[in-house]
Each structure stands twice: as C-alpha cells, then as structure tokens.
C-alpha cells in the first residue's frame, strides 16, 4: 500500500499557510513503504509501466477527489461522511467498516515484514533466510508484537506518539536513500544486472494474463494520499498551488518506488525473488559487494523500527474513526466503551482478535509467502471498495449538491470530475478484479482454495456492515455523540420544521429526501 503504516501523516495545525514543498513532502512520507518492493520487483524494467499506470489511474485521482471532498464535507465523519451525503448510511457505514478492517487485515502483512526484518541481524545470512521463512517464528512475532502495540495504544496519544516519531525515517526514508544509491551504484559499477536493460522490457507482455495479477497490488501503494487531504484549506491558494504539490509528490513516490523496484531487480535474479526476504537479501547482498557488511543487521533493525513504529500508531487510528461513527448510532453502546485516555478499548480488542486469527493462517496454509499473498490481497480488495464508494460519491455530489461551498475544487467542471474521478473508480474497478485471480509466480496451495478464502471473505466481511446496520437501534446513539446530520438529513428536518438531535440516526437512504431524489 503506501501501506496503511505511513499514513502516520496527519500533522498538527500550523498557524502560517502551507507552501507547495511542504505539502508535496507530507504526501510522500505519507505513502512512501518498502515492505512490497520486491512484489513489484519481479517484473523488472516493466514494473515502470505498472507504477505509472498506478499513479495516473489511482495515486493523483485520490489526491484530487480527496481534496474536494474534505474541504466541501469539513464536519467529522470522514469517508463515512462523504459517501454518507452521496449515498446515504447504508453505504456510508460499508465504507467506513471497511477501512477499519482493512487496517486489520494489513497488520499481519506489515508485521510479517517487521517479524522478517528481526530474523535478518544475526551474522550468518543462510541461517537468516531460514528463520525468516519458520512460520511459528512468523507467528510468535507478529502476536507478540501486535499486542504490545494494543496496550500501547491503550495509554493514549501521547505515549505511542513518542514510539512512533521517528519511525517513518529511520524505517524508510533513510533505507530507500540507501538501497537506491547502492543498487544503482552496484549497475554503474560494471556488475550483471539480473534484469534485461532495454526500451522493449519497459511495457509488459499482455498475452501472459499472469503478469497482470500481482501488479494489481501495486495500487494499494499508493493508498493512504487521501490522509492529507484535510490540510487542502490550511494550504497558501489551493486551487493553483494543491495540484502542483501533488504533482510533485506523485514524481517524488513514484520516483522512490521506481527506483528502489529496479535497485533490488539488478541484484536478486527474477526466481529467487522472495515476497516477505527479498528486500533483506537485497541489502545483504549490497552491503557485502560495498564491503560493509556490518550495516546488515543495522539496516534489518531499521526497517524493523519504521515498521513497529507505524503499526504502534495506526492501532488505533482507524478505530478512533470507528468511534465516531459508533457514537453517532452505528454501533452497539459496547462497543463506543473508551478507558480514562479516550481510547476505543473494546474496539481496540476486537481488532486484537481479529489480527490473531488471521495470523493464525500462517501455520494452516502451505508457506509463509502464500498467507502473505492472501492478506495482501484482501487489504487491496477491502480497500478498493472504500475507494470505488469514495470516487462514486465525488462525482455524484457534482449533481447532487452542486452549490455545495468547496474551498478546493477539480477543475474543468462537471467534465473534469468525470475525467479525474472516473480515472481512479476504472482503475480501482480493475485492480479489484485482478486481486482475485492467484498469481502464478507463488505457490498457494490449490489455487481453488486461494479464490475461495478471498471471495469467502470478502463477502463476510462486505455482508457483516449490513447486518449491523440493519440491527441498529435509536438508542445506540451516546449522549455525548457531536456527528452533525448528514446535509440531506437537516434540509429534510428544516423542511419539516424540526432539527434532528446531534448524532441521530440516519433514516435509510430509500426515505430521505435529498437534492438528487427531488430531481
């Protein structure tokens, strides 16, 4: 993704406007992760095709459309708002569950490449290698440590804040500055690059439908731009200077990407490629040509701390999102439960379950590399259903609430959301059929199997928001619940000469009386 972990870019308010650099930084910390590197690696000089397709189908359209719909719906809710005013609650609430537990479905990912990076600082490679591909060392690593973050986050704000600093730098800025001017220097140097370097490498073969299929995990990359959207208002004329920065920062990612990709196809041949090792095998192999092989276990240790560090803090990031929209109708009262910090405990342990049995995949299917695959797969797959809702809605409020005050707006009209918006639903809408079909370069066991876990649970999880939501009652809602009604829910009531209370709960949407139903 960028993964879910580098989405730690959410900065504190600053009294003077934010410049073109600055916000074109944030957005590339923001997304920047070199956990799926070696995936992309596979496909050598072609992986430059799939990055930029990601970019113009994927990375700017959520920046844009983002933009717009955090500065016109500014109230609480996030994407639970904007698909809530496009398409009512029902939606709304799909949308939002599915961010929270697609960051659960990512956690054992993240920490399987933490837990792989750990196994890296002995002295002896090959002995290494092995450890990292035991699946009950896996295991034991990603329970241990994801519970320790849980109680971390139990402490509140301020105690995980000070684990998780400076993990987005030492974890990943520092190592891709490293392994891009190493890998780079090994090609200068006169080394066999394990790629073929030539302009007809560069677009793929698309009479091997399998080439296809992995890439599709590419877009989930780029995933987390929407983060910073939120800061559209605070920057210094958004309307010309928001496109130029995003700009920037989609060069500057997909530049990191590009080349931090090539950097570990010159040095790992195409077969030896490992999904969860690679990265490490890479630097190793580096370090010994640099003759520094002491940075080895240093580096794994590194990559180690930018991982911990961001899954300390996205914890309980979307879980608080969660509680609002729980406070607000959506949940039982048990699970709005917060401790003394403001925490979403129960929430919280939920989500601590959920990650432990997923995990638990890791010692039933056939290797550490397929439960891998399939845990990626589905955050991708869970993801993109937030974003086909979130690109749907954008170009539906066109209509829908065209008066709408929008500090940032697509430019070109009705025809430039349609342009950007449509770009980024079709792109989105065709990694998410890719994400279902088992790549050949892994092995996961029966490949009926594959499809059937993902399918299996991607409709559980799709159908579970629906029977919540139909088991909703009116006295879920907390007293103390601030979510303002939906746009459509108070020009109803106004109608009607009546305000709903803060935080009631929303009629569905076949009932309300919307702009767009009007019409």
Same mark, same amino acid.
């Given at each position: 993704m960028t993964d879910?972990?580098?989405?730690?870019?959410?900065?504190?308010? @600053?009294?003077?406007?934010?410049?073109?650099?600055?916000?074109?930084?944030?957005?590339?910390?923001?997304?920047?992760?070199?956990?799926?590197?070696?995936?992309?690696?596979?496909?050598?000089?072609?992986?430059?095709?799939?990055?930029?397709?990601?970019?113009?189908?994927?990375?700017?359209?959520?920046?844009?459309?983002?933009?717009?719909?955090?500065?016109?719906?500014?109230?609480?809710?996030?994407?639970?708002?904007?698909?809530?005013?496009?398409?009512?609650?029902?939606?709304?609430?799909?949308?939002?569950?599915?961010l929270w537990i697609e960051v659960t479905v990512w956690f054992p990912t993240a920490l399987t490449f933490g837990a792989v990076s750990l196994a890296f600082i002995g002295p002896d490679q090959r002995w290494d290698e092995a450890l990292s591909a035991n699946k009950y060392f896996i295991l034991c690593i990603v329970l241990g440590i994801y519970w320790l973050a849980t109680f971390i986050a139990f402490r509140g704000v301020a105690?995980?804040?000070?684990?998780?600093?400076w993990g987005g730098i030492i974890g990943t800025i520092v190592p891709a500055i490293i392994i891009i001017v190493l890998g780079f220097s090994y090609l200068f140097g006169g080394n066999t690059p394990q790629i073929k370097l030539s302009m007809d490498e560069v677009i793929p073969d698309f009479t091997n439908f399998d080439n296809v299929v992995l890439a599709a995990s590419i877009f989930l990359f780029y995933a987390g731009m929407e983060m910073n959207a939120i800061?559209?208002?605070?920057?210094?004329?958004?309307?010309?200077? $928001?496109?130029?920065?995003?700009?920037?920062?989609?060069?500057?990612?997909?530049?990191?990407?590009?080349?931090?990709?090539?950097?570990?196809?010159?040095?790992?041949?195409?077969?030896?490629?490992?999904?969860?090792?690679?990265?490490?095998?890479?630097?190793?192999?580096?370090?010994?040509?640099?003759?520094?092989?002491?940075?080895?276990?240093?580096i794994a240790v590194a990559?180690?701390?930018?991982?911990?560090?961001?899954?300390?803090?996205?914890?309980?990031?979307?879980s608080s999102g969660l509680?609002?929209?729980?406070?607000?109708?959506?949940?039982?009262?048990?699970?709005?439960?917060t401790n003394k910090n403001g925490m979403a405990t129960h929430v919280l342990l939920v989500q601590a379950v959920l990650v432990s049995l997923? @995990?638990?995949?890791?010692?039933?299917?056939?290797?550490?590399?397929?439960?891998?695959?399939?845990? @990626?797969?589905?955050?991708?797959?869970? $993801?993109?259903?937030? $974003?086909?809702?979130?690109?749907?809605?954008?170009?539906?409020?066109?209509?829908?609430?065209?008066?709408?005050?929008?500090? $940032?707006?697509?430019?070109?009209?009705?025809?430039?959301?349609?342009?950007?918006?449509?770009?980024?639903?079709?792109g989105s809408l065709l990694a998410f059929l890719f994400s279902f079909i088992p790549p050949s370069q892994i092995s996961v066991g029966s490949p009926s199997m594959y499809v059937g876990i993902l399918i299996g649970l991607t409709l559980f999880f799709c159908a579970l928001p629906f029977f919540i939501y139909w088991m909703r009652k009116p006295a879920w809602r907390a007293p103390d619940s601030d979510f303002a009604p939906f746009t459509w829910q108070a020009a109803a009531a106004g109608a009607s000469g009546s305000i709903p209370p803060m935080g009631a709960v929303a009629a569905p949407p076949a009932s309300r009386q919307s702009p767009a139903s009007k019409s």
């Open positions: 879910p972990l580098n989405k730690q870019a959410a900065s504190p308010p @600053s009294i003077k406007k934010l410049g073109i650099g600055t916000v074109a930084i944030m957005n590339i910390v923001a997304v920047v992760s070199l956990r799926g590197l070696p995936a992309e690696a596979e496909y050598g000089l072609s992986s430059i095709f799939y990055y930029l397709f990601a970019a113009v189908f994927f990375l700017v359209p959520v920046s844009l459309v983002a933009a717009e719909l955090a500065t016109g719906w500014s109230e609480k809710g996030g994407i639970f708002r904007w698909v809530g005013e496009a398409f009512g609650p029902k939606l709304a609430f799909l949308a939002m569950f599915m105690t995980f804040a000070k684990v998780s600093k800061h559209v208002s605070e920057v210094e004329n958004p309307k010309r200077n $928001y496109p130029i920065a995003i700009m920037l920062s989609a060069i500057g990612t997909v530049l990191i990407f590009v080349l931090g990709t090539l950097a570990i196809a010159f040095v790992i041949p195409q077969a030896d490629i490992n999904l969860t090792q690679s990265l490490l095998v890479a630097y190793d192999d580096m370090f010994k040509w640099a003759g520094l092989e002491w940075l080895g276990p240093v990559l180690a701390v930018g991982v911990l560090a961001g899954v300390v803090t996205w914890v309980a990031g979307p509680l609002v929209v729980a406070k607000a109708g959506y949940l039982p009262r048990w699970w709005q439960h997923l @995990s638990v995949l890791f010692v039933v299917l056939p290797s550490v590399q397929a439960v891998y695959q399939i845990l @990626s797969q589905l955050t991708v797959i869970l $993801y993109l259903i937030m $974003y086909l809702l979130m690109f749907a809605a954008a170009i539906y409020l066109r209509y829908s609430q065209p008066t709408r005050a929008r500090p $940032y707006r697509i430019p070109g009209g009705a025809a430039g959301m349609w342009i950007v918006g449509g770009a980024g639903f079709i």
